[in-house]
């Protein structure tokens, strides 16, 4: 199965297979060939530019990586993507208790490259793989707000936006917090957690307008990754699985404006670009939109604004 | 014989490619299947493990903190978790049980815990130079300690919590540090006595009614402390 198996994108129309080859569909191979290189390379970024904490799965992944945008060749190779994914998954099973779930995601991705390319058609088994897997992680976040019992009556959301550093431009600036309540928020859960801490209570202090903020924000999530879910799970091509470029699209470009996950962001991307339909021309563009979008998200907007113009 | 060839029908006409785009969905399947059973059954945090549990609860592993402490008779020493057991105390709040913890309170005990330095650079570089040899060794490990109140960086600490050596270190006698290996041992004396050390874990949640985070006492274990290490 690891044996070479390489798409040659040089592989002249109506050539029978050659050792270490596989044939493509004829129509549309140099594009098909140059779509999966372009997932290759934005997997090979995301691996590069949010790497593993952990320096027996971040120098490796370095050194494949790099090696892959040197040699063109390797970026369509299946032993290639199965060693990555091999390095990236046993990173994860190494630290299960550490490692968030976006890395689980990224972990099946790379099987995922692997997988597609011991196919006869590698670019359209990695657009069903990555319908599935977006459609069943989104199905078990859901599952996880329905069963968890401080979500659906706010809490959850109420507690990350008084005390989540992520979460603290948006309820200054729309919930009606004040630096000050925030310090003082802060002092009292620095008190509660500190090591030599005796304190079983802590008060909290906040706006009315965070509960209103935490109200919307409980039920935006909830219905967004409920959306998600039914339009990647539903059979293709029928009601909403019609809308799922631009359900995901809306999912990414609002959650993580709030919350910069840029590595699940860049995830979730690249798997929306590959499981996009190829006739709809302006979804792909959109996706890389989004790509981009996501890092201009990460700019520290409050010290450009506070030092103003020179 | 007959369910043989449509097995072998089966397999011959289902080529390894085609089995194989189902393999990363089912795992995804399977772990977060595996996941969300340890975490409703068991004490696993739902935002970690692989079952997507993430902004859906506030128990997360960092609303689950230690609190340990030495104990010494009657006299009880908070302390903080070592550097070398934070992977270990990681793994404690994420998905606590009584092992984990007896565990993490066992190699506490193991460890030698003595008073925290806070090492000035400047006066620590000018003791090292004005003294030669083991004078200077002697007074950055401390023997050469004075009584005096700490005065440092303006910082007055009574004379009961902290006392500064000549060559500008601090010492804070009531916070406590675990001597990782590979270091010298502490000045003679130094180190600190306990018999038991006593780990909790609690775990907190948002009251929204009452406006206030709570904190329950969620796993509690006491190890003695009878190894040699601590003198």
Avoid at chain 2, 22 to 46: D, E, F, K, M, T
């Amino acid at each position: 199965m690891l044996d070479k198996q390489v798409i040659s994108e040089s592989y002249p129309a109506g050539a029978g297979r050659e050792t270490g080859a596989r044939v493509l569909p004829l129509a549309s191979l140099g594009e098909r060939v140059a779509r999966l290189d372009l997932f290759a390379i934005m997997t090979l970024l995301l691996l590069l530019l949010y790497p593993s904490d952990f320096w027996y799965v971040r120098i490796p992944l370095t050194v494949l990586c790099v090696s892959a945008f040197v040699f063109r060749r390797l970026r369509l190779d299946s032993s290639f993507w199965f060693v990555v994914a091999m390095v990236v998954m046993a990173g994860n099973y190494q630290n299960w208790f550490l490692v968030d779930n976006h890395k689980y995601l990224l972990g099946y991705w790379c099987l995922s490259l692997f997988c597609c390319l011991q196919t006869d058609d590698p670019r359209r088994a990695l657009a069903a793989i990555a319908h599935w897997l977006i459609g069943l992680s989104f199905l078990f976040a859901v599952c996880w707000k329905v069963v968890s019992n401080d979500y659906l009556d706010g809490t959850f959301f109420h507690y990350t936006l008084l005390l989540d550093d992520r979460f603290r431009a948006i309820a200054e600036s729309v919930g009606g917090m004040t630096p000050e309540l925030t310090e003082a928020n802060r002092t009292a859960y620095r008190a509660l957690v500190n090591f030599d801490s005796g304190i079983g209570a802590v008060p909290l202090l906040y706006p009315k307008g965070i509960a209103n903020l935490a109200w919307l924000f409980t039920w935006w999530t909830l219905l967004i990754e409920m959306l998600v879910a039914a339009a990647f799970l539903w059979p293709a091509g029928k009601l909403i699985s019609k809308w799922r470029d631009y359900i995901l699209l809306v999912f990414i470009l609002s959650t993580y404006s709030v919350a910069p996950v840029l590595g699940f962001g860049w995830t979730l991307i690249i798997m929306g670009l590959a499981q996009c339909e190829e006739r709809l021309k302006y979804v792909p563009r959109l996706y890389m939109l989004a790509f981009v979008i996501l890092q201009i998200y990460n700019l520290p907007f409050r010290a450009i604004l506070a030092a103003g113009p020179s | 014989m007959k369910v043989r060839r449509l097995v072998r029908r089966a397999t011959n006409s289902v080529s390894p490619g085609r089995v194989l785009i189902y393999l990363p969905p089912v795992l995804l399947c399977l772990i977060a299947c595996a996941q969300i059973y340890r975490a409703l059954v068991g004490s696993l945090s739902p935002w970690k493990g692989g079952g997507f549990g993430m902004f859906s609860t506030v128990d997360s592993p960092d609303a689950r903190f230690l609190r340990i402490y030495l104990v010494n008779g009657a006299e009880e020493i908070p302390v903080l978790v070592p550097d070398s057991l934070k992977t270990l105390a990681r793994k404690t709040q994420t998905v606590p049980s009584t092992a984990l913890l007896s565990e993490l309170a066992e190699r506490i005990a193991r460890g030698t815990w003595e008073p925290y330095r806070l090492t000035h650079p400047v006066q620590s570089f000018q003791a090292v130079r004005s003294k030669n040899g083991a004078d200077a060794a002697d007074s950055l490990a401390g023997l050469a300690d004075s009584p005096t109140q700490a005065d440092y960086y303006g910082l007055q600490l009574p004379p009961e919590s902290g006392k500064c050596s000549p060559d500008g270190q601090l010492i804070f006698t009531k916070l406590l540090r675990m001597r990782e290996k590979r270091e010298p041992a502490p000045p003679t004396g130094e180190a600190v006595e306990f018999q038991q050390v006593r780990a909790e874990l609690w775990r907190y949640r948002f009251e929204v009614g009452a406006s206030q985070l709570k904190a329950d006492k969620y796993l509690e274990v006491t190890v003695n402390a009878r190894q040699t290490g601590n003198q």
